[in-house]
């Protein structure tokens, strides 16, 4: 029996561990934390708990497959939950409470300026066909440029408007800022600011609004729970605690791992690590050529970000998903690009009490806040500047909701980019990994099937087709096409 090995269960890993389950390997997945998740684990505070990162669930149709290729129905798994209202918007002059049915946007953007809702139906079905052609290509390896040549990247070539941005193709539709930042800020999703994502990405906030956003009950972490049984129900192991040390590499092909000081061969190895830093610390660098660390140092990656999970003996009015907007929006992502901190801070927050009662005893609740910064490429002290950026984001939310937080504070973790690296293995911090700029997309991102070693496969954010929960999901289906 053909003996696999995965190195790391955040949901990269786990739905390779699903998609491989069914196929009689010898499985083992090795997650060097005491639980599964990554990125995307649960965090608890006595009686209050949190997802770690991920909150926002979409393109649901990708996790169903997953679900699917390990003999299972998500449905059936897990409790999902559709939302009625998308987000609220906080804008300075203007509040976005957006809503799962067009209809209703349409009518809340005419009522904001007339003309707005016609933008809104035109972007709307714009996405439509650009969904349809590029849905496809998402869905396939993409190893090389003559790929490029396949007749359905070809068919998608006219909607690729490559010389546009996220910003620069909705001004297209309508050039209000608010109308633009209210359906361009999920380019943070992958970590870039609208007016850096290439225009491609407009279709994120189409799949909100048109498939809708999900929340499964007890966090989007119960995902990585779900897939971590399923897959020992299959006859896979989760092995917690185990840090892989080492990728034993002889001639250009894969042997085995290096466990806690001890040997075992493999006969494939999937990496789910964050690309980059596996690159660095897992294989000796004399086995690479294209991804040296001196050639990684180089690429461009993604903005990080400073967390706050308060635990509260009170219950607030914010949306399931809320954001606050910065004064200066366009000057606070510019800003963002060019690795600089300003006070004039965007705030995302996330109230799931609003949805689900498991977060929090009643009457408390557990907020989520996530602001963007810079990854670790800037110079900044965060030893002193996290504590300067808590009380800035505190006062932020006390002023412009006209409430009181710090005396409800019960319970409270912070994660700024020094701890992304450090305790969670993720290269500069930069949570969403390499950036998604055309030059580090498609067969310029690190392939499902490594270019570089025989026998090692990728899967997670750093990887094809790219970061965010239903690309990562993507990467291990891509997977079923190699092993
Ligand atoms: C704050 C935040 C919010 C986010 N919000 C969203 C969202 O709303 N929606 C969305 O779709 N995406 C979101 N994302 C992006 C993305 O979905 C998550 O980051 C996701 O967890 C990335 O999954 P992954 O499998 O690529 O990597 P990870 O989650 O990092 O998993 C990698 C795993 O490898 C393990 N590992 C590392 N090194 C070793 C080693 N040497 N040996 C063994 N194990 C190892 C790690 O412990 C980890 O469990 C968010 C990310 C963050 C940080």
Redesign the pocket.
Known sequence: MKKVAI???????LAAGMVLSKKGYDLHI????NQV????KRLSLGDYHFDI?????MYLEILEEVFQKAGYDVHKELDLMRLEQLYTLMFNDVTFNMSKDPIENIKMYEKYQPGMGKSYEKWFSAQRRKLNVFAPILKKPFPNALHYLRPDVLKAAPYLHPFKSVYSLLKTFNPNENFIHSLSFQAK?LGMASYQAPSFFTILPYLEHALGLYHVRGGLNQINHKMAELIEKNGGKVHLN???EEIIVEKGSMKGLRIHGEYMPFDEVII???FA?AMNH?IKEDHLKKYTPLKLEKKKYSVS?F?LYLGLDKEYDFSHHEILFSKDYESYLKGLTQNEITDDISVYIHNPIRTDDTYAPKGHSSLFL?VPVPNLTADVDWSTYREHLKEVTLDLIEKRHQIDLRSHIKAIHMIDPTQWKDD???YQGA??NLAHNLPQMLNRRPQNKFEEIKHVYLV???THPG????T?YQSALILDKYL
């Not at 090795?30 to 934390?33: P, Q, R, S, Y």
């Not at 998740?37 to 995307?40: A, I, L, N, P, Y």
């Not at 970061?467 to 239903?470: A, C, E, I, T, V």
């Open positions: 190195i790391g269960a955040g949901p990269g890993g090795f997650e060097k934390d998740g990554g990125r995307s990162g991920p909150t926002f669930l999703y185990r840090q892989v789910n690590a964050d830093y897992l970000t967390m996530l969670y293995n993720v949570v969403f997670g954010g750093g970061s965010g929960l239903p990562i």
